[in-house]
């Protein structure tokens, strides 16, 4: 057998080095949600990194559901978790196993008429292009489904989490408290 010799070329070993590689298959990156949407059952493998506003949108092609700025500010992209507004842009699709979830399609799903907050919003032009609208319409169902009114702060907290580039605010109020107005009727002035 030949000597192996060592040149002054020959690499010198050194201590082996510690690389830290993820698995080539993450056993955990992909889950079965199931949940309801707009009354549905929905079951469905996401990867756990799968926005809930691509979830919709994507893969169930409920692109009601706008997406504005991607980063929880705009309010574009809210949507009815068990009933409480959340941003879809904030939310992992995996965070909705066994919720109840609904979107702007909820509303007046087919032929079916128009929700009061749907009404208001026509009836005082509460919209201009509608980018904002899905938000809006989701976050004003969620104080019209309250069990009593919910106050002027609440009202005004409940909306400052969402943004319009075209009406300057003014309609859009007005119709939320005349879709108030319509559910728990008018209020003492
Ligand atoms: S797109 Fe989600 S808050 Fe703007
Ligand atoms: S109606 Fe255009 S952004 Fe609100």
Not at 11 to 20: I, L, Q
Not at 157 to 185: F, K, P
Request: proline content about 7%; glycine content about 10%.
């Amino acid at each position: 057998m030949g000597a192996l010799l060592m040149t002054s070329t020959t690499p010198v070993p050194t201590s082996t080095p510690t690389v830290r590689t993820p698995p080539l298959t993450e056993p955990s990156g992909w889950h079965e949600i199931r949940l309801t949407v707009n009354g549905e059952p929905v079951t469905a493998p996401v990867e756990s990194r799968l926005l809930l506003s691509d979830f919709l949108r994507d893969r169930l092609g409920l692109t009601g559901t706008h997406v504005g700025c991607e980063h929880g500010v705009c309010g574009a992209c809210t949507v009815l978790l068990d009933g409480e507004p959340v941003r879809s842009c904030l939310t992992l699709a995996v965070q909705c196993e066994g919720a109840e979830l609904r979107t702007v399609e909820s509303l007046a799903p087919d032929d079916a008429p128009l929700t009061d907050v749907q009404r208001a919003f026509h009836e005082c032009h509460g919209m201009q292009c509608g980018f904002c609208t899905p938000g809006f319409l989701m976050t004003t169902t969620a104080l019209t489904d309250r069990p009593e009114r919910p106050g002027a702060t609440e009202v005004a907290d409940a909306l400052s989490g969402h943004l319009c580039r075209c009406t300057g605010y003014r309609n859009i109020r007005r119709s939320v408290g005349r879709a108030l107005d319509e559910t728990y009727g008018e209020c003492a002035k």
